[in-house]
């Protein structure tokens, strides 16, 4: 059966080539990358992919976001460059890679908004990556309402990217996150954050046809659905000094109905049960297939391949199997 993967990620030559010039040292997620060669190795990529039959790659630049390379200057020269590089890609391997997601410089929401028109008008990109936060600045803030508005107009999806790094503390009385629990518990709980600001700013309200992907299957969502449920049916019975119960008339539904209007990936390393809770949350029709390639804890396609035999142990039917494996990304990104 064919495999979309819509969630994977690459650093085209051109943008590597410019990341280790502005930003040769940059740590923490930085490190990272520099440290996985299929990410910017097109041969060592293809050696991985060919070990999957029919398997096939949607390309979204790898963390982190571009405002963690420096000013908005060179935030934008790093958009470009990624963009104009995974357009390239897509052009010379269609049979590999049927589309790219446009990464832009959010730190000037302005240029961010110019750059998603060219990468979606002139270079044919098919949705968007966007972080959690931009340098700790939440998405619900009015300046970023016109991308929001655009991709809606677009009719085509923003995927959107945990980011948080080490500087975000465990706990008020220290200066940095202890062993790599930013990254363990931080990136969930900022995706939870962030699709919850969506929610309660009345995004899906404002943009009915807005469409986010959330990476690695809505985080903390789908496990605390009674939380987010009948919990937040009660929003401003814990809280004395404003009246939240405001923000609930002012919503259209309730809050777990919009947070079902997300959707989520399969990029949950190999565990089923997350899997099984996801896909109960979201449903068939809401739920792609992607594997967060190759960031695998070993050389080789660990992720790609324990995603699959997931899906496979799963028992699902074969409409939902082929809605999950390419055909709701296929509708997403109007690929067909």
């Keep these: 059966m064919k495999k979309l993967d819509i969630f994977n990620h690459i650093l085209p030559r051109p943008f590597y080539e410019l990341m280790m010039k502005v930003a040769p040292n940059l740590g923490e997620m930085g490190k990272r990358v520099r440290a996985v060669p299929m990410l910017y190795d097109l041969d060592e990529r293809f050696r991985v992919m060919d070990r999957f039959p029919d398997y096939h790659q949607v390309l979204s630049l790898a963390s982190p976001p571009l405002e963690a390379y420096g000013g908005p200057e060179i935030a934008v020269d790093l958009a470009r460059a990624a963009n104009d590089g995974m357009a390239e890609l897509v052009g010379r391997h269609p049979d590999r890679f049927p589309a790219f997601v446009a990464s832009l410089p959010m730190s000037d929401p302005q240029v961010a908004w110019k750059e998603c028109h060219r990468a979606v008008n002139d270079l044919g990109a098919r949705g968007v990556q ?106 401003g019975s814990r809280t004395s000094d404003e009246d939240l119960t405001l923000v609930l008339k002012r919503l259209e539904k309730r809050p777990l109905d919009y947070f079902r209007m997300f959707y989520g990936d399969t990029a949950l390393f190999g565990s089923r049960a997350a899997t099984e809770c996801g896909l109960s949350f979201f449903g068939a029709d809401r739920i792609v297939f992607a594997s967060d390639a190759p960031f695998d804890p070993e050389k080789g396609p660990m992720y790609i391949r324990e995603t699959l035999r997931v899906l496979d142990e799963l028992e699902l039917s074969a409409e939902d199997r082929k809605k999950i494996y390419f055909e709701n990304a296929e509708r997403l990104l109007k690929l067909k």
């Design 130 to 235: 966007i972080f959690t936060n931009v340098s700790g600045k939440p998405l619900d803030e009015p300046e970023f309402s016109p991308l929001f508005e655009l991709m809606a107009g677009f009719d085509l999806p923003i995927l959107l990217h945990p980011a948080r790094s080490a500087r975000f503390a465990d706990y008020p009385t220290e200066d940095r996150s202890k062993y790599e629990i930013w990254w363990t518990f931080g990136w969930p709980y900022e995706t939870s954050v962030a699709m919850s600001r969506i929610v309660f700013a009345g995004l899906f309200d404002r943009y009915p046809s807005l469409k986010i992907v959330t990476h690695h299957c809505g985080a903390m969502i789908p496990y605390f659905e009674g939380r987010v449920g009948p919990g937040w049916d009660q929003l």
